[in-house]
């Protein structure tokens, strides 16, 4: 590799078979272990099926429990991910060195001498990518349309050497999306594309004070998310569906569902099972973030605590006793291209 010239960064993922390979050392292994599974599964739904004394439908029983794993399905899926990444490698074959970059080795990658960065999706890889890359370019492609949404994916694979030629002479256009940072006490800052959790790993209560809006409240709860645009119809969104199911059970008025667009340079906080208590309160439930705003965590917890963006658990800050978090808007965005 020419250390001269500057790389594009191509980032992937293991693939579902991929992960069962690597679990069980070989496709013949996942595949039988998958296989018994469905095999227990079937007998586990006839044995119900006769305690309440209805007819064994085997049909129905073997097309039900297959569906929970399909080994057709991830071999198919891998295929087309194998494939897809084979012909993009050499579509943006532009005489400059392409360096892959596998999701795991995101936060240790040196992005510095990227000129852009292409994601062959999924659609959480992209949100995932984008928190370690700066403001590089970010040109998002779609493997397998069958499989994936595609909303951080707008390009196929049969676009890419066009779009990244254009990324490449400056001729692109780029949509900025709004990303939250999350700062502690100790110097360590994340970001997050979609969402922050902060609390605790595993299912017990968190305990925390929180302050926002010039008020502070003793906390214990199931942990509080903090959503960007991109992130409110997401992990967000089921808050207050929640929220919105409880409140039609019982009569009440369904809750107003904010809406953010990628650019706002705002963000939206909601506290998840709140308990009362002599020692925690629920005023502080829900807000919003403006651009100079921020909410303050500060930690109760004896262990346990953490604070991770986007859904993935594994790359985490410790939240521990003495830990005070600010969570704000970034001053970074993330450049997605889009023509």
Not at 103 to 125: A, I, K
Request: with cysteine; glycine share 8%.
């Amino acid at each position: 590799m020419d250390l001269g010239l500057p790389i594009i960064a191509l980032v992937t993922r293991e693939t579902r078979l991929q992960g069962l390979k690597a679990r069980w050392a070989t496709a013949r292994q996942a595949a039988f272990r998958m296989e018994q599974a469905v095999e227990h599964e079937k007998a586990l739904r006839r044995k119900r099926s006769a305690a309440k004394g209805g007819a064994d439908d085997e049909e129905v029983a073997t097309a039900a429990a297959s569906a929970l794993a399909d080994a057709d399905e991830f071999e198919d899926e891998d295929q087309v991910y194998q494939r897809t990444l084979s012909e993009l490698t050499r579509e943006i074959d532009l005489g400059f060195p392409v360096k892959r970059v596998d999701r795991t080795l995101l936060s240790n990658f040196d992005f510095f001498r990227c000129m852009l960065v292409v994601v062959l999706g999924p659609d959480g890889l992209v949100a995932n990518t984008a928190k370690y890359v700066g403001e590089l370019p970010i040109v998002g492609i779609n493997p397998d349309p069958t499989r994936n949404d595609g909303v951080l994916l707008p390009f196929s694979v049969r676009q890419a050497r066009s779009i990244v030629r254009r990324v490449i002479d400056r001729k692109h256009t780029t949509r900025a999306v709004t990303l939250a940072e999350a700062t502690l006490n100790d110097g360590q800052r994340m970001l997050a594309f979609n969402d922050f959790f902060i609390g605790a790993a595993s299912h017990v209560s968190a305990r925390y004070t929180l302050e926002a809006g010039g008020r502070t409240e003793q906390q214990s709860s199931s942990g509080i998310l903090v959503s960007t645009g991109a992130g409110s119809t997401g992990w967000l969104s089921s808050v207050f569906n929640m929220a919105a199911g409880i409140s039609a059970r019982y009569g009440g008025e369904l809750p107003h569902r904010p809406q953010l667009a990628w650019e706002d340079r705002r963000l939206i906080w909601a506290v998840r099972e709140p308990f009362l208590s002599r020692h925690s309160g629920i005023d502080l439930v829900s807000g919003v973030l403006d651009a100079k705003d921020e909410l303050v965590i500060g930690s109760q917890m004896p262990g346990n605590g953490v604070i991770f963006s986007d859904g993935i658990e594994t790359d985490f800050l410790e939240f521990g006793p003495g830990s005070i978090a600010r969570v704000r808007v970034a001053e970074q965005q993330a450049k997605l291209v889009v023509g």
